[in-house]
């Protein structure tokens, strides 16, 4: 029972266009989402988070899109960098109840083709 | 601040050996959680110890097991290796529950 979904395993974009990550997820009691980016051999570190009284949050190059009636979330990178080319993972978790354990989903990895 | 400690870096076991992983969090983190990440599989949730108690665990069998010290401190453990217990194993803390977690560069397992 996958509650956080992420459908694109991989996206190239070239440097300097946009990319957009996007992300699912099933529970309606998640209130408190994140973003992390991954190289290989190190451990995830955390980009940019939104709570769900927020539909934007914007951090630098950094913005996350939340739509709750649709239950979807998007990562918006502009302009896309080389250094970018990573594994970015959606993760979510709901606050407010005792299932208060941080999910993550499968990841994209995103590479930037200079 | 120095950031979330993990012990070994990497680890070779053989099947049927049991293996502890270490894990020292932020000081003054409270909350340490642990996943496992296999490729294709993401970050999957394994446990998550708050103030020397198990406050979640994840779908996994009763070989991987945890706890936490009085400093927060935590270890796992995982007994009867199999082959697929192969895979990286993050620790990550955060102030308290729920909220942004900070990960460690994890402790590479290989099981042969």
């Known amino acids: 029972d996958q509650q956080v979904k992420q459908n694109s395993p991989s996206l190239s974009v070239q440097e300097g266009r946009i990319s957009i990550l996007n992300c699912d997820y099933t529970n309606s009691m998640f209130d408190y989402f994140l973003w992390y980016k991954k190289y290989p051999a190190e451990g995830p570190t955390f980009l940019i988070s939104?709570?769900?009284?927020?539909d934007k949050n914007e951090d630098g190059r950094f913005t996350v899109f939340l739509n709750k009636s649709a239950k979807h979330l998007s990562l918006h990178i502009v302009p896309s960098q080389p250094g970018d080319s990573a594994v970015y993972f959606c993760a979510a978790s709901a606050r407010k109840t005792s299932y208060d354990k941080v999910i993550f989903g499968p990841g994209t990895s995103l590479s930037v083709i200079p | 601040k120095a950031g979330v400690t993990q012990t070994p870096r990497y680890l070779i076991k053989t099947r049927g050996q049991q293996v502890t992983l270490s894990c020292s969090p932020i000081?003054?983190?409270?909350?340490v959680s642990w996943y496992q990440q296999t490729p294709g599989q993401g970050l999957q949730f394994l446990f998550e110890?708050?103030?020397?108690?198990?406050?979640n665990k994840g779908n996994f069998p009763g070989r991987f097991s945890g706890r936490q010290f009085s400093n927060s401190r935590s270890e796992m453990n995982v007994s009867t290796l199999e082959l697929g217990d192969s895979a990286l194993y993050l620790c990550?803390?955060?102030?308290?529950?729920?909220?942004?977690?900070?990960f460690g560069s994890g402790t590479q397992l290989s099981v042969l």
């Open positions: 000081s003054g983190h409270r909350s």
């Open positions: 939104i709570s769900s009284i927020k």
């Open positions: 990550a803390s955060s102030p308290s529950r729920g909220e942004k977690l900070f």
């Open positions: 110890y708050f103030s020397e108690t198990q406050r």
